[in-house]
C-alpha cells in the first residue's frame, strides 16, 4: 500500500489556518458518471451476512442488478473497497499475514494481497475475466537518499467489453492516517488508464502495462512523483509526459484537494517554478464555484473573470508564493487552496 501526504488549506480573509491529512497517492481516471453506477453502488452496500456467506452467493448477490461486465466489475469494486479494511499492523511489521480470500472474508483485514485476491475471486465467480498484477508502486515517500520509495504492491487488470481495463481496489479503499486505517472511497481507482499508470505502477510483467509502447523499470524509476490530483483537475496524461519532458522542469505544483467539488483545470502553468515578472494565462471550469482568487505571498493579488462556468485571467508573477483559491457559494472570506507555486 502507497501512502502520502496531501495538505487541504483554507483561507478566512487574510488569515491563513492548515491542517493535513495522510492519503493515498497515485494518478486514476474520473470515476463512472453514469447514474446507473450510482444506483448499482447502492445496492452493492447493501449486502446482508447472509448475502456474504460464500463466495458464490456474494458473488450472484453483487451483480444480480447490473448489465455487462463493466457494471458487475463496478458492484465488485464498490463492494471489495467498503467491506475491505487495510492491515497496517502487518504493513508496518512488514508481515502481510493470511491474505487468502476464505480468511479474508472471514476477517476482513488484508494488505493489497488481499484486496487483489478477493476482487480477482469475485470476478471468476460472476464469470468476468480477470487477472492478479503483481509489481512496485511508487509513493510520495522519500529513501534515505532522497529518492521517491518505492513499494511492493498488487492490483487488478479486468477484461471489460473486450477491453483490458486496470484497476486498484487497495487505493480506492481509503488511507492511513497516522498508522490507522482510514475508509475514504475513491471511484477513480476503477478503469485507470494505462497512460495514467504507468506514472505510478510498475507491473512485473511488462504486458500489463497495457501501453503501446511499453516503459523499462529504470524508465519508471526516472519520472517525477504525479499526484492524483493533477489528472482529477482534467489534466491530460499526454500534457503532463510532456511538461517532465522539459530542460527547465522543476516539479509540478502543490495540489489540494478540494472536497465533492468539479474543477477543470483547462490552462495553468504546470511547472512548480515559476518566473518573477513573466505573465501567465488561468483558466478553471467549474459549475460549482463562485470565485477564483489568485494569491501573492498569502494576499489577494487578484479575482479571475467569472464567464458562465469559466474563470480567467492573465496574472503577472510578483517573487515568493504564488497560490490559486477557489471559493463555493455562501461561503463567506472562505477559500480553498487549489494550487501552490514558487516564483523566483
Known sequence: MVKSMTQLKRISALTIAAFLIIALGSSFAEPPKNP???ALEKHALSAKSADEKDFATLAAFLVSKAKGDKEKAWCIYRWVTDRLAYNVEAFLAKDPGDNTVETVLKTRLCVCEGYSRMFLKLCEEAGIEA????????????????????????????????????????FGSGSVDKKAFVKNFEPMFFGVPPEQMRFTHFPEDAKW??????????????????????FKLGLSPASILKTTKSSSFGGFPEVFDVAKTEIKVVEVPLNAKLETGQIYRITIESPELSKVLILSNDKPQMNLQKQGISFTGQVRALSGTMLIAVQKPNQGNEFSFLLRYQVE
Not at 502495462?209 to 524509476?221: A, G, M, P, S, W
Open 209 to 230: 502495462q497495457l501501453l503501446e509502447k511499453t516503459i523499462t523499470r529504470e524508465d519508471f524509476d526516472k519520472q517525477p512523483l504525479v499526484q492524483a490530483s493533477l
Open 36 to 38: 446507473r453506477f450510482t
Open 131 to 170: 487477472v492478479k498484477v503483481t509489481g512496485v508502486a511508487r509513493s510520495g515517500s522519500k529513501d534515505a537518499k532522497g529518492k521517491p520509495a518505492f513499494e511492493s504492491h498488487a492490483w487488478n487488470a479486468v477484461k471489460l467489453d473486450g477491453k483490458w481495463e486496470l484497476i486498484d481496489s487497495t
